[in-house]
């Protein structure tokens, strides 16, 4: 308890209980000199805060530590400490960035709201990007299952286009079946008219989340901030080939033997093997027979 609340605590006691000011501070075991004590404003003190103010009106951006940095590079003798308690006393704060959105998304479409239910519920897939130590760029697809956390793809490539990712998607349609919904940012591949189309003719709801907002695609976060710390932060990637093999063994690592702490310290392969079998096909396959399935999910090329 600080000492200006001690002070108002042993005021409160004396007026409640009626009790001097020596048996009141004896039984909250605060020094009298203390409960006397009544702080003095230092003499430059109004100077500092009209300062403060002037530097805050012309660096709108910058919080107190900056402040303070400046103000002590003015020759103001202040501390941190004493900015900040300046900076609580004035109601300051840095304001939150305001950027333009393109609204192409929809907030509903977050994690938080449309939740998975079961296996094959709803999937997440983003990108993640690293280097060779050549300097080349390389890029990852993660897609993810949200109810048993799953890393069902990792493919990396020098570059993904939409039609790689639909190929992904249809090797995993072909062994796993079909989810419910997708869920995705707003970036150009999972935009693309060609996917959108595609995921319209298997059933496949797109739920694309708020420019913007990535915690609304929590799940792919998520993984990928493991992806980063376990994978990507300490691997070296000689070549494309190198970082294929060594993304295949750390999914299999992640899936059959990393203990998911948010699936109470099993694997995802054993928290997905005790769910209950995946949900039906959706509505738009259950009218088509297996070939035709397999003519959506693999569509053959027109003849030239």
């Not at 308890?1 to 001690?6: A, D, I, L, Y």
């Not at 949200?146 to 998607?169: F, G, Q, Y």
């Not at 693309?192 to 496949?204: F, K, P, T, Y």
């Given at each position: 308890m600080?000492?200006?609340r001690?002070?108002?605590?042993?005021r409160?006691?004396?007026?409640?209980?009626?009790?001097?000011?020596?048996r009141?501070c004896?039984?909250?075991?605060?020094?009298?000199?203390?409960q006397?004590?009544e702080?003095?404003p230092r003499?430059?003190?109004?100077?500092?805060?009209k300062?403060m103010?002037?530097?805050?009106?012309e660096?709108?951006?910058?919080?107190?530590?900056r402040?303070?940095?400046?103000?002590?590079?003015?020759?103001w003798?202040?501390?941190?400490?004493r900015?900040?308690r300046?900076?609580?006393?004035?109601?300051?704060?840095?304001?939150?960035?305001?950027r333009?959105?393109?609204?192409?998304?929809?907030?509903?479409n977050?994690?938080?709201?449309?939740?998975a239910?079961h296996?094959?519920?709803?999937?997440c897939?983003?990108?993640?990007?690293d280097r060779?130590?050549?300097?080349?760029?390389l890029?990852?697809?993660?897609?993810?299952d949200e109810?048993?956390?799953?890393?069902l793809?990792?493919?990396?490539?020098?570059?993904i286009?939409?039609?790689?990712v639909?190929?992904?998607?249809?090797e995993?349609?072909a062994?796993?079946?079909?989810?419910?919904h997708?869920?995705?940012?707003?970036?150009?591949?999972f935009?693309?008219?060609?996917?959108?189309?595609w995921?319209?003719q298997?059933?496949?709801?797109?739920?694309?989340i708020?420019?913007g907002?990535?915690?609304?695609?929590?799940?792919?976060?998520?993984f990928?901030?493991?992806?980063?710390?376990e994978f990507?932060?300490?691997?070296?990637?000689e070549?494309?080939?190198?970082?294929?093999?060594?993304?295949?063994a750390?999914?299999?690592?992640y899936?059959n033997?990393?203990?998911?702490?948010?699936l109470?310290y099993?694997?995802?392969?054993q928290?997905a093997a005790?769910c209950?079998?995946?949900?039906?096909?959706?509505?738009?396959l259950?009218?088509?027979?297996?070939?035709?399935?397999?003519d959506?999910l693999?569509?053959?090329?027109?003849?030239s």
């Amino acid at each position: 308890m600080s000492p200006s609340r001690k002070r108002a605590v042993v005021r409160g006691l004396q007026a409640q209980f009626t009790v001097s000011e020596r048996r009141a501070c004896k039984a909250l075991d605060q020094p009298r000199s203390s409960q006397r004590y009544e702080p003095q404003p230092r003499s430059d003190e109004p100077a500092v805060v009209k300062r403060m103010l002037e530097l805050v009106r012309e660096r709108p951006r910058f919080g107190y530590r900056r402040i303070g940095r400046l103000l002590a590079a003015e020759g103001w003798r202040v501390g941190l400490s004493r900015v900040f308690r300046l900076w609580r006393r004035e109601g300051l704060k840095v304001p939150q960035k305001k950027r333009k959105r393109r609204r192409l998304g929809s907030s509903a479409n977050g994690c938080d709201r449309r939740r998975a239910e079961h296996k094959d519920h709803v999937w997440c897939w983003d990108f993640v990007f690293d280097r060779t130590t050549s300097g080349t760029t390389l890029k990852w697809l993660s897609i993810v299952d949200e109810h048993t956390r799953e890393c069902l793809a990792l493919k990396v490539a020098r570059s993904i286009t939409s039609e790689d990712v639909i190929d992904t998607l249809a090797e995993l349609f072909a062994m796993r079946g079909v989810p419910r919904h997708i869920r995705s940012d707003n970036g150009p591949e999972f935009v693309a008219q060609a996917i959108r189309r595609w995921l319209s003719q298997v059933g496949v709801e797109a739920l694309y989340i708020e420019p913007g907002s990535p915690w609304e695609n929590g799940y792919a976060e998520s993984f990928h901030s493991r992806l980063r710390d376990e994978f990507l932060a300490i691997e070296v990637f000689e070549s494309l080939t190198a970082a294929r093999q060594l993304t295949a063994a750390w999914k299999d690592d992640y899936n059959n033997h990393r203990p998911h702490s948010s699936l109470g310290y099993v694997t995802p392969a054993q928290y997905a093997a005790a769910c209950a079998t995946s949900a039906p096909a959706a509505p738009a396959l259950q009218q088509h027979t297996r070939r035709d399935e397999e003519d959506v999910l693999f569509p053959q090329p027109v003849p030239s």
